[in-house]
């Protein structure tokens, strides 16, 4: 916070009523409060349920303005300020293109609350408003200047620093550590915090991270056309995306890749671990003759082939990331965003409902919003995402003045996700150092799909690892991970490029019989 901020919020928190003994009253006394460029629309205290505990809602907006069309623009927030405060400030990340404030709970892959461990917890649009019934898919506002920079990394700076006003307001004092968690754009979010905010933050826990966001949508396209090549056609002549694999083919691959590599980290248990040692072909699968539900087909075997590769040019240069082959391919999480389940040529996939609608309206720039991503160039259309890649994707290894003063960064990833690869963040996260860093530690996650979900062991507590990490000194040798999925079994996520193997000796069921090789 800049001195005359601070001296400011000094003189009206001096002000405030000194007969405000009980929490509801404290709470309510910062309606007083006045931050520069900053309204209070709601302020109230909650009783505790039974989910949360009793805390203050602050509920604002900040740099209210008139933007690009007449549009009002402001970055929007939600503050929980717990009575039962443990010193500790808890950024919640977003997800999509934001567009709308989600309830700040502290909620983090895996199942962690951190408003019920008593820490302060913020959440926001990131500066803007969506306009339709699912906001966070919708880009108009990136005809705004301000907007882009705002959704970028502005609103992370700005609602931090009147965040830690409210918190110095409400309990005299600033917080002790900072933390700042979240997937899929809050992943993105979270190493931006620690790029562009290196003195703000102690801890960062960045799941499944956005960091090539521009990039993966080149990858949308390429998969996406490259799915629509082989599928049944409607009577129009229109393919019907959905049924370029069934279900049953797609268990089919599960199974092929875990005939092959179940066993590899010692235990056949329907999860592949040791995803290094992983070699699976789909060739393998092919017909022999004609088509049935023992085999693929020759274009499906193709289009598997052509999309974990990944997208390249006409040169061959790679656009964006090859894919790990991980059994969560048959997950339902993975069908919803590759190909969606429209019976109909209209396709209802995630890439076609969100990923496009970010390409034409955000990623190109100038926006194209009548851009077909099926008739995408990519030898010509990819310069068009240059301009927001150099805006908020970000790729920097520059961690000097967050790790000088203690930053710890946490990230994690399912080897199923289908948005973002895990071999493109396990490569970011090689060039941080090749991995013998002290202060960054990746987990991957078989199984799991995208932030959760799938065949998979997702839940696992990385908020309590990173505050061990960051107040204790104790680096998170593993992490215990269990999951709906498979509910009487236990294993360490191991922090990579190691891996859980089992022992040899011990209950296959329990985390203790496996280690970290």
Not at 18 to 34: G, H, I, S, Y
Not at 91 to 120: C, E, H
Not at 288 to 316: I, Y
Not at 371 to 392: G, I, S
């Amino acid at each position: 916070m800049s001195a005359p901020m601070r001296a400011v919020l000094f003189a009206l928190c001096v002000s405030m009523p000194l007969t405000a003994q009980t929490e509801a009253a404290r709470c309510e006394a910062l309606r007083d409060l006045r931050l520069p460029r900053v309204d209070l629309t709601e302020v109230t205290w909650t009783t505790a349920s039974a989910t949360l505990p009793a805390h203050c809602l602050v509920r604002g907006s900040i740099d209210k303005r008139t933007g690009f069309g007449g549009k009002t623009f402001s970055i929007g927030f939600e503050l929980r300020l717990p009575d039962a405060w443990q010193g500790r400030f808890f950024f919640q990340g977003g997800g999509g293109m934001d567009g709308l404030v989600r309830p700040a709970n502290g909620t983090v892959t895996g199942g962690a609350n951190a408003l019920s461990r008593g820490f302060a917890v913020v959440s926001t649009d990131a500066g803007h408003q969506g306009a339709t019934a699912n906001p966070s898919a919708d880009a108009s506002f990136a005809l705004d200047q301000q907007a882009r920079i705002d959704f970028a990394y502005r609103s992370i700076g700005r609602v931090t620093d009147v965040s830690k006003s409210l918190i110095e307001a409400r309990y005299g004092r600033n917080p002790d550590r900072s933390y700042f968690a979240g997937c899929s754009n809050g992943g993105r979010q979270a190493l931006m915090a620690a790029q562009r905010f290196p003195l703000e933050f102690d801890g960062i826990i960045s799941g499944a991270p956005a960091y090539r966001v521009t990039k993966s949508t080149i990858g949308s396209a390429w998969e996406t056309i490259a799915f629509a090549a082989i599928a049944p056609k409607d009577a129009n002549g229109k393919p019907i995306l959905s049924q370029a694999f069934s279900n049953d083919d797609l268990k089919l691959v599960t199974d092929g890749i875990l005939a092959r590599c179940d066993a590899l980290d010692g235990s056949r248990d329907g999860l592949v671990f040791n995803t290094k040692a992983c070699r699976f072909d789909p060739a393998e699968l092919r017909c022999k003759s004609a088509k049935d539900a023992t085999c693929l087909s020759e274009q499906q075997v193709g289009a598997l082939h052509k999309v974990f590769a990944g997208p390249h040019n006409s040169r061959g240069e790679a656009l964006y990331s090859d894919w790990p082959w991980d059994p969560g391919i048959a997950s339902p999480g993975w069908r919803a965003l590759k190909l969606g389940t429209s019976p109909t040529a209209t396709p209802n996939s995630v890439d076609f409902t969100l990923m496009f609608e970010g390409l034409k309206g955000f990623f190109f720039f100038p926006p194209q919003p009548n851009f077909d991503p099926l008739k995408f160039d990519f030898d010509r259309d990819p310069a068009r995402v240059e301009d927001t890649a150099a805006l908020q994707d970000p790729t920097s290894t520059h961690y000097s003045s967050f790790t000088q003063h203690g930053g710890k960064l946490l990230l994690y990833h399912g080897m199923a996700d289908p948005f973002f690869s895990a071999n493109d963040t396990a490569r970011y996260f090689e060039s941080l150092g090749d991995g013998k860093n002290a202060w960054a530690s990746l987990f991957l996650v078989p199984g799991m799909t995208h932030c959760g979900g799938g065949p998979a062991l997702d839940n696992f507590d990385s908020l309590s690892a990173i505050v061990d990490w960051v107040e204790k000194g104790k680096t998170p040798a593993s992490i215990e991970a269990r999951g709906k999925a498979f509910p009487n079994i236990a294993r360490p996520l191991c922090p990579y490029p190691s891996y859980a193997a089992y022992s040899g000796t011990g209950d296959p069921a329990l985390a203790s019989s496996y280690q970290c090789r």
